[in-house]
T-cell receptor, first 115, second 115 residues
Framework: SQQGEEDPQALSIQEGENATMNCSYK?????LQWYRQNSGRGLVHLIL?????REKHSGRLRVTLDTSKKSSSLLITASRAADTASYFC???????????????FGRGTQLTVWP | DAGVIQSPRHEVTEMGQEVTLRCKPI?????LFWYRQTMMRGLELLIY????????DSGMPEDRFSAKMPNASFSTLKIQPSEPRDSAVYFC?????????????FGPGTRLTVL
């Protein structure tokens, strides 16, 4: 499977702490994305990092990508209770003409931030 | 922009009944995706379209499932006959063909319960 796999499956922290989630994948990619899903809602795109990038920031989010290890991490700094959600990584399929346009999602990390 | 619109938001039906889920993608987006999400299997891609043409339907569970996209602003996912194991949240997503092509925009989902 080309799906990304997030680790850990669940993470519970206190407000103000940093949250780190990891993603591993199996095949070559053009880019990797992170999505967030609040309970009962659809997924929302957070950030995209391309295969030639190593690190990217967006507000309190920091994403790293190591293509040699086929892994990525999402760091949320100074977490808030409102960050409680499931976080998914998604990869595209490089050089897969028949599947161009689709993404491969992992199972997600459930983050709980306690006030 | 109103985002991806799905209807109904909730559907409860009895086994054997036909179910039709509807999706209106974001205007101008060329890709449309149908996903199913369950606790057991996570987020599964069922089928996706590019310019109204089905590109990959390998995720469609069986012949009871069918999807159509008669025009650029409307798609349906039909289950006939429905079974209890079809109970899940079904998401529609769309993405543009240029620019942020790789980013998918999800609808709020349809929660289907088959009794």
């Amino acid at each position: 499977s080309q799906q990304g796999e997030e680790d850990p499956q669940a993470l519970s922290i206190q407000e103000g702490e940093n949250a780190t989630m990891n993603c591993s994948y199996k095949t070559s990619i053009n880019n990797l994305q992170w999505y967030r899903q609040n309970s009962g809602r659809g997924l929302v795109h957070l950030i995209l990092i391309r295969s030639n990038e190593r690190e990217k920031h967006s507000g309190r989010l920091r994403v790293t990508l190591d293509t040699s290890k086929k892994s990525s991490s999402l760091l949320i700094t100074a977490s808030r209770a409102a960050d409680t959600a499931s976080y998914f990584c998604a990869t595209d399929a490089k050089s897969k003409g028949s599947t161009l346009g689709r993404l491969y999602f992992g199972r997600g990390t459930q983050l709980t931030v306690w006030p | 922009d109103a985002g991806v619109i799905q209807s109904p938001r909730h559907e409860v039906t009895e086994m054997g009944q036909e179910v039709t889920l509807r999706c209106k993608p974001i205007s101008g987006h060329d890709y449309l995706f149908w996903y199913r999400q369950t606790m057991m299997r996570g987020l599964e891609l069922l089928i996706y379209f590019n310019n109204n043409v089905p590109i990959d339907d390998s995720g469609m569970p069986e012949d009871r499932f069918s999807a159509k996209m008669p025009n650029a602003s409307f798609s349906t996912l039909k289950i006939q006959p429905s079974e209890p194991r079809d109970s899940a949240v079904y998401f529609c997503a769309s993405s543009p063909s240029t620019g942020s092509r790789d980013t998918q925009y999800f609808g709020p989902g349809t929660r289907l319960t088959v009794l």
